[in-house]
Each structure stands twice: as C-alpha cells, then as structure tokens.
C-alpha cells in the first residue's frame, strides 16, 4: 500500500490539481513527471520537444519515470503521453497503482482555459487532437483504477480517488454469541444509514474531534442529541459519565434508542462504559477516528473508566452493534497521535502478526510522516489479528491475555506521568522493557530484540522520565491482569510466540530498564 500512485490522463483531466489535493489527503508527496524533466533538461518542454524530438522527450520520460519507481509513497502526475509506453505501464504497475482520471474531450479544454489553449499549438488543429486523444484512450484503460471526473471538481474527484484506493472492507466479529460488524473505509460515516434508520441516536464526541468530523456524522445522523466532553484521558471518569447519565436523562434518552461513541480510543471506551451501563444497557457503535482507537479500543469489547492514577479500574465487557473504522480520519492526526497508534498496531503484530509487525519495522518512517494508504494497512491487519484472539478469548480468560504485550509497565508508566504521557508511548516503553527482559532470560534472540530496539525507538520522546523500578511496581501490585497478587508480564520467544510469566522480580525488571534508557 505505500507504492507509488501514478495519475494518468490526457491534457487537462485534472491531474496536477488532482494530485495536489489527493497527496494531501493521504499524506505523500507530489511528484510531476514533466518538472522533473523540465529540472533536468533545464529548458521548458516545448523546447525539449522542438531540439530534440519527441523519441528524445520520452525516453528522458521513461528514465524519471525508472528513477521515481524506486521510491515509495509518492503521488506522481505522469503527464498526459506517459502511459502511451507499455514499458512506462509495467513499471508503474510493479511499483504502485495506476489511476486514470477519464475526462471528455470538452471537459479538457475547458479545464485548460482559452490562455493554455492558445498557446499549443496542437489544440489549434480540432481533427489532430481527437485523433490523438482517442489513440490514448487503450493505454489509459490499463489502469488499477479509473475515476470519472466530468462532474467532479477536483476536491471530488480527489476524495473519490482515496475511497477508491482504499476501498470498503467489512467483517463480522462474534462476541459471545453477539455478531458485530466492523466496517472500515475512506467514506465510513454513510455505512450508518442502514444501521441507525429509525432509532434516536446520542452522539458523544470530544470537543476536538466534533469540530473536524461532527458535521460528516451529523448529516447521517440528524439533529439528535449531540454530547461533547473535554478532550484527554480525564474525562475518562465516573464523574463524567455521571454528567453525560444526567444529559441522557434530561432528553429522555430510552433504551431502544443507541449511543454513537465518536473519537478515539477514551471517548469510544467512555462511550461504551455508559451504553452499558445506562438504563441497564442500550444499543451502541463506535466510530474511531485516531490511529490508536483503530488498532486497539474500539475492537475488542472492553469499556472501563479510571480510578485516579489505576487506568480502567471500573468497566464491563461489552458488544458494540457496529465499529466504525474512519480512514478519512487518518489523514487529520498529528505525528503524535501516529506514534500513539503504531505503537499499539506494533504490539498487536508482534504478538499476532508477524507480517504486521515486517510491516512496521519496514515502513515506520513513511507510516509516521502520515502516509494514509500504509495507515490504513496497519489498521486492517491489526483490527484482524486483534478480533481472531477476541473472538476466541472474549473475556481474557486465555489467549487474550497475549494482548496486554506492552501493558504492564507500560500501564504504570502512563499512571507514573499521571497519564501526560501518551498511552502508545508508555505501551513503546514497556515494548523495550519487555524484548529486554525476554533476551536476558534467553527466550528472544539477541537480533530480534534488536530490531524491536531499533523500531520501538522513534515512538519514544528523546528525553522519556522512567518510572523507576520501585516505584513502577508498586503501581503494578494494582494491576487488574495480576492473579493472587502476583504481577503478570508477557514476553517473547520469537516474533508471533509470547508467552505470559508471573515470576519477573522487581531486580528483573530494573536491569531491563537500565537497558531500555541505553536504547
């Protein structure tokens, strides 16, 4: 999904604008085939055309075309005569997808205006144009994708390209007998239509994410009750969900109407805490719109709120009617809240999926400079590797408990920042923690601990405050994974085999984060 996305069409489709907007959204760079000739020939085109002839021209094409093939997460406008090449084609199928922006005749010279018209020549001859844009008209159809962009403006045609890309990916995840169908794709808000028709639904939302996304959920929703809190792990509170109980109360809120948690994951674990637990229980989804709500909150059925500095001390388990998983959503995150999430999608392959966990260690660079279409990978792999150990172990009894990779320390370093520390960065934390404990008692290799080093290390601030070892394991005595006291860790034999231990000793655990402040 990093490959490279190659915008093909005849003069005046949209590409340049296109691919401007399109870059945007999914967070690449832009790349025009033409600049870079033009760089390299240091003439304007035209010339290059009229000194050295059109073989000359396209051969300098081709060999740009080579060069940019070997990069990854580009949007590349191709020019108008670049897919005319078998060769150009192949290359661009092997090193990302073709879309092909499919405009009329009309609608490129009228895009092109009277000025750009005027001043090519090839536009003056009406029969030679038509000859040469129905000539065209083979290679632009080996494409990956084709957009019709008659009656698009170029935002259109730009968003219709990403939900292209990225298509609609759905599957049910049974929880205890309860089906719950998780939907992910770049338009998710108008996959609620069908599932809400009828019913009264709450929207419980954070400030934040309301001013960025409120208004797509509104226009499917209607004008239902809209609730929105502070935004941060603070208003995941008993307080808070008392006032939200008492909102509910005052609109007459009954339980054959559902609640909508929109946000990432505080808000969708709040969200369901109080669908659970209001009037006994009413119908509920969750729509996660940050990375780490993706990955990790909002598949899984869990709902809690905190006890002061004891994360997610008072909660039930519980099964969502829908989750959501907002790709568009992607593309408004700032790098923190993707390290947040890459983080947690880390843990979850290198407990689950070892090709999810190859895909972190290999694309972390372009995944936290926000590359959507490799996001999104992330986010699909995670979600099904995290429901095929839910679906067998709903309530933590076994399996699932493999999940809580990154949790144990991590979870009293969050509580020891008095949770100003992200919780994907506490979760990278204790990722260095724990491959640091797995390789000193000879479960990991030595280079596969490494290599968690060395992917865990950009996730983490350069100046991250330990909680030093006493103080973590008095935090840990508390934590609800233990069994008869005894604090539970999960390591690792390899990559895809964790094994859960109650024996680490808090010297243990210290000469793991001597290692860890190395790294």
Not at 1 to 17: D, E, H, P, R, V
Not at 382 to 394: E, H, L, P
């Amino acid at each position: 999904m990093t490959g490279n996305i190659y915008l093909t069409g005849f003069m005046g489709a949209g590409k340049s604008t296109v691919g401007r907007l399109l870059a945007q959204a999914l967070g690449r760079r832009l790349v025009s085939l033409d600049q870079r000739i033009v760089r390299r020939a240091r003439k304007p085109i035209p010339e290059v055309f009229a000194q050295k002839g059109e073989d000359a021209f396209r051969q300098m094409e081709s060999n740009e075309l080579a060069k940019l093939a070997g990069e990854k997460g580009l949007v590349v406008d191709t020019g108008g005569g670049a897919a005319v090449s078998q060769a150009n084609r192949k290359l661009m199928h092997e090193s990302g997808r073709i879309v092909h922006l499919d405009a009329c005749l009309d609608t490129c010279r009228l895009r092109l205006g009277p000025h750009e018209v005027s001043t090519r020549p090839m536009w003056q001859d009406a029969d030679a144009v038509e000859r040469l844009f129905q000539a065209r008209q083979e290679a632009y159809a080996d494409c990956d994708l084709k957009v019709e962009v008659d009656h698009l403006d170029a935002e259109q045609a730009a968003q219709t390209v990403a939900a292209g890309l990225l298509g609609v990916e759905e599957f049910p995840l049974e929880l205890e007998g309860k089906l719950c169908l998780v939907h992910s794709s770049w338009e998710a808000a108008a996959a609620l239509s069908e599932v809400v028709k009828g019913r009264r639904v709450v929207l419980l939302t954070d400030r934040k994410v309301a001013a960025l996304h409120g208004e797509r959920y509104r226009r499917v929703l209607g004008d239902d009750l809209l609730i929105t809190l502070p935004p941060g792990e603070n208003s995941k509170s008993l307080k808070t969900a008392e006032g939200v109980y008492q909102q509910m109360l005052a609109a007459r809120i009954e339980r054959g109407d559902m609640l909508l948690a929109l946000g990432g994951g505080v808000m969708t674990d709040l969200g369901a805490f109080i669908a659970a637990t209001y009037k006994r229980g009413i119908d509920f989804l969750l729509a996660s719109t940050t990375l780490l709500g993706c990955v990790d909150a909002a598949v899984g059925g869990k709902a809690a709120v905190n006890l002061g500095t004891a994360k997610n001390q008072v909660g039930c388990f519980t099964q969502p009617r829908m989750v959501l998983l907002d790709l568009q959503a992607l593309a408004t995150l700032p790098k923190s809240q993707r390290v947040e999430g890459l983080a947690e999608a880390y843990k979850t392959g290198l407990v689950a999926d070892p090709e999810l966990a190859r895909l972190c260690q290999e694309d972390m660079d372009l995944l936290l400079n926000g590359e959507v279409l490799g996001l999104a990978q992330v986010v699909r792999r995670s979600v099904r590797a995290k429901a095929g150990v839910v679906g067998q172990d709903f309530r933590e009894g076994g399996r699932r408990a493999i999940l809580n990779f990154g949790h144990t320390y991590g979870h009293a370093l969050e509580g020891w920042h008095r949770y100003r520390l992200g919780h994907g960065q506490s979760v990278a934390g204790d990722m260095l923690v724990a491959a640091a404990l797995s390789a000193q008692r000879g479960l990991l290799a030595r280079d596969q601990a490494e290599s968690i080093f060395r992917t865990v290390k950009p996730l983490l601030p350069a100046d991250l405050a330990w909680a030093p070892a006493d103080e973590a394991w008095e935090i840990m005595l508390d934590d609800k994974k233990n069994i008869k006291g005894k604090v539970r860790f999960v390591l690792l034999k390899e990559v895809g085999a964790p094994v859960v231990v109650d024996d680490v000793t808090p010297a243990e655990l210290a000469t793991a984060l001597a290692q860890a402040r190395e790294v």
